[in-house]
């Protein structure tokens, strides 16, 4: 019975060594769960916001980074530092693509609920250490010289005032148009009656003299 007795075969790996790989593969799914984590943080930046500005960051006094957060902030201009091994994945299996080669050294967003290109344009002039290569501006991607020229642009209300202006100017120039047109219309037939009834009162005249000179020389 003990030479048929069976025997369990040894576990390839020891078992003071199970543990340790335990803990390596929990460390592991930790570390994937903290990058997957940061990848839904970038996806909301990019959701929740009608400006996203990729600037290329080198290193700076920490008091500068503080005032140009600070004056940032005050046009609802924020500051997010990515990592590029988090964002480019992101960034590849989304519309958003194109602003891949962006992402190529240091890099930190500039986002907005707002459209504050010419603010945050004016707040980098004074930091030669951070560097405007594109943004994303309400779902189009603009290059640094496309920024510029957005910044240019009419703020929303000037627009929406010069649209409304030239939309009740229509109606008045068309109903002034159409009265021109009758207005002649009118002035015509009018000289044209007048030029009859002058016609008739000559024409009238030596008719009625006749007869008076006939009866005097009688």
């Known amino acids: 019975m003990a030479v048929t007795e069976y025997i369990a075969p040894r576990p390839a790996v020891p078992e003071r060594c199970l543990p340790a790989k335990r803990k390596a593969e929990e460390e592991e799914e930790e570390e994937y769960g903290y990058a997957r984590?940061?990848?839904?943080?970038?996806?909301?930046?990019?959701?929740?916001?009608?400006?996203?500005?990729?600037?290329?960051?080198?290193?700076?006094?920490?008091?500068?980074?503080?005032?140009?957060?600070?004056?940032?902030?005050?046009h609802n201009i924020e500051v997010k530092f990515v990592l590029n091994e988090i964002i480019r994945p992101v960034l590849s299996q989304s519309r958003y693509k194109n602003l891949l080669p962006l992402f190529v050294s240091r890099n930190i967003l500039l986002v907005s609920p707002e459209t504050k290109a010419k603010e945050m344009l004016r707040v980098l002039k004074g930091v030669p250490q951070v560097n405007l290569l594109g943004a994303l501006v309400d779902d189009t991607i603009l290059s640094r010289q496309g920024v510029e020229n957005f910044a240019k642009l009419p703020s929303l209300e000037a627009s929406q005032g010069q649209t409304l202006g030239t939309l009740a100017l229509l109606p008045s120039q068309t109903c002034s148009m159409l009265q021109h047109g009758a207005a002649h219309l009118t002035a015509l037939l009018d000289g044209h009656i007048h030029q009859l009834q002058a016609g008739a009162g000559k024409t009238e005249s030596p008719a009625g003299t006749e007869p008076a000179q006939s009866s005097g020389t009688q």
């Open 37 to 74: 984590l940061l990848r839904r943080q970038v996806e909301e930046v990019f959701r929740n916001n009608r400006m996203v500005a990729v600037c290329q960051y080198n290193s700076m006094p920490g008091e500068d980074m503080v005032l140009m957060r600070y004056y940032l902030r005050k």
